[in-house]
């Protein structure tokens, strides 16, 4: 079983701040969906727990507009909804869950646990539901 929400953080980091939909899930939704990123790795079990360091997947899009694709983007901690988040991969081109628009993918926990249970349920939380 896998969770999936959505959340709109902003991405303070590399030029204008910008807000983006992000995808919440679960650490297997992807590997579920059967999904390897083409750079580096996917999230592990191991970094569902609320209290590990926050990781984020790339979309492709996010990668090639705001990053210009460079690899090196791999490690690089960003801002997001004003936390530190660590890249860990980049998702494939042709992947399409609900949009093709830049985003990160973060992990369901880690958002609720940086911003409160109080602001996830109302200000960034979209109730998770099973896939």
Known sequence: MSAFGTAQLTL???GDPVQLTAPLVSASFLDVLGVRPVLSRNFRPDEDLSNRNN???MSYALWQS??????AVIGQSLTLAGFPFDVIGVLP???EFLSNLPSFWVLVGAIRTRVG???ANSR???ACDPV
Not at 66 to 71: A, E, I, K, L, Q
């Open 93 to 95: 081109r042709d992947f």
């Open 55 to 57: 990781v984020a997947l």
């Open 117 to 119: 249970r109080k602001d």
């Open 124 to 126: 960034l939380w979209r």
């Open 66 to 71: 705001r990053f210009g694709g460079s690899p």
């Open 12 to 14: 303070t980091e590399r």
